[in-house]
């Protein structure tokens, strides 16, 4: 729809018939400059690091902003956090009673997809694969992937300085906090290696959630390095799940924050055409 503010010739994003007689030759889309959008990490540039600092920022100011659904979310992770504390023991004590050769198999493979030791590696080729087959959406979701897991883990190592929980390897009980202080000798709560391998399936889930496969094969390799932690008895079930929301919630916002859609429902845009310059509406809806 066309229409005319102070003088102006104004646009709405898709024009249709012109009105007030304007001429129809002012609407061509090819006479348009292109809309700007915001731009999307797919470099390595001091943009996409400042954008660590920034998104940390946003995540820790999110409470602020949230809705009654949110806190109920939050709720809800907090009570089913409590409620594995009680049975953490019974859990620890069933994962040693069932060891096996192959569940020391796929532990194996488990404790590797939360290593970023071993995943970083993969996550540098992906980008290079990006990079050499001009593949943006490659490069952005490694790099936001690296962004994720690495501001996940900075909140989980936060979290277990204040909390000190020891290991269950220790033998000391699930019902053992030390925390808050400076001494780094027990660092149960929450589990960084879960953190690690659901920050970076958070992200391939959200950028690859077209293809079907991608979503549960993400999070599905992600619960195995879960329930490696647990059956090789270096995390209680409480750990686990608290570390897999936080990398799961992590992701999820580092991916919304950089989307192509803007906070702005409408925006009001130069347009140059070969009748001279003017203004576009852009409405997003």
């Known amino acids: 729809m066309q229409i005319l503010a102070a003088g102006v010739p104004v646009y709405a994003e898709s024009p249709a018939e012109p009105l007030m007689g304007q001429p129809a030759a002012i609407s061509e889309p090819s006479a348009q400059t292109p809309v700007v959008q915001p731009a999307l990490p797919d470099r390595i540039t001091g943009e996409y690091v400042k954008d660590y600092f920034t998104d940390t920022g946003r995540i820790l100011a999110s409470p602020m902003n949230w809705s009654g659904r949110d806190w109920l979310t939050a709720g809800l992770l907090i009570g089913a956090t409590s409620g594995l504390i009680l049975a953490d023991t019974e859990i620890r004590n069933f994962a040693q009673k069932n060891q096996s050769s192959t569940g020391d198999g796929f532990a194996a493979v488990g404790n590797a997809l939360g290593n970023p030791l071993y995943t970083l590696p993969p996550l540098g080729l992906f980008y290079l694969y990006g990079h050499f087959n001009d593949d943006p959406k490659a490069r952005r979701a490694s790099l936001l992937a690296v962004e994720s897991l690495t501001i996940s883990g900075a909140f989980t190592w936060a979290l277990k300085l204040v909390a000190q929980r020891p290991r269950p390897f220790t033998g000391e009980t699930s019902t053992t906090w030390n925390g808050p202080r400076l001494k780094m000798d027990d660092y149960s709560f929450p589990s960084g290696h879960t953190t690690a391998a659901f920050s970076m399936a958070s ?81 997003r809806f």
């Open 203 to 283: 992200v391939l889930a959200e950028e690859y959630g077209n293809n079907p496969f991608v979503p549960p094969i993400a999070y599905g390799l992600a619960t195995l390095t879960g329930l490696a932690r647990i059956y090789d008895n270096k995390h209680w079930a409480s750990d686990v799940f608290f570390g897999g929301a936080i990398g799961y919630f992590v992701g999820k916002a580092v991916v919304k924050y950089h989307t192509a859609q803007s906070d702005t429902a409408v925006k009001i845009l130069p347009t140059i055409s070969q009748q001279g310059f003017g203004l576009m509406a852009e409405y």
